[in-house]
């Protein structure tokens, strides 16, 4: 519900200051007629980038610290997970896409122009 303050505790100084600046100027928004519904919807998109992104940003902090991500374990529960870390069963890994599979063209429908729409990158099977 607060996103500057969650961002204040976890130690993401910048992104709670982004949140602040930008939460004041939506309710200011909100205030001025006919501006109601710009500054609503940028407060809830505050939110919702907060959201979204907020565990993220902390994970990404912590790597920056020199956390490794190690010894991930895929499991239910807490309990399990560490009975299966403690202990070191080896678990069984998904198999891999092969190299070779991985520029599956995909047919190229948009027969109005060519390229990207919007500056946005093709989905034509290229990388």
């Given at each position: 519900m607060f996103p500057a303050f969650w961002m204040l505790f976890n130690r993401l100084w910048l992104h709670?200051?982004?949140a602040i600046l930008l939460q004041g100027f939506a309710l200011e928004l909100m205030r001025q007629?006919?501006?109601f519904i710009a500054g609503a919807a940028i407060w809830?998109?505050?939110h919702i980038l907060a959201g979204l992104e907020g565990p993220d940003a902390v994970g990404q902090r912590l790597i920056n610290r020199g956390w490794k991500i190690e010894d991930l374990v895929s499991a239910h529960d807490l309990a399990t997970a560490e009975e299966i870390h403690f202990s070191q069963i080896e678990q069984e890994s998904k198999a891999d896409i092969h190299p070779k599979n991985w520029n599956i063209?995909?047919?190229n429908s948009n027969i109005s122009?060519?390229?990207p729409s919007f500056g946005l990158p093709g989905y034509d099977g290229g990388r």
């Amino acid at each position: 519900m607060f996103p500057a303050f969650w961002m204040l505790f976890n130690r993401l100084w910048l992104h709670a200051v982004a949140a602040i600046l930008l939460q004041g100027f939506a309710l200011e928004l909100m205030r001025q007629p006919g501006f109601f519904i710009a500054g609503a919807a940028i407060w809830l998109g505050v939110h919702i980038l907060a959201g979204l992104e907020g565990p993220d940003a902390v994970g990404q902090r912590l790597i920056n610290r020199g956390w490794k991500i190690e010894d991930l374990v895929s499991a239910h529960d807490l309990a399990t997970a560490e009975e299966i870390h403690f202990s070191q069963i080896e678990q069984e890994s998904k198999a891999d896409i092969h190299p070779k599979n991985w520029n599956i063209p995909a047919p190229n429908s948009n027969i109005s122009r060519p390229g990207p729409s919007f500056g946005l990158p093709g989905y034509d099977g290229g990388r």
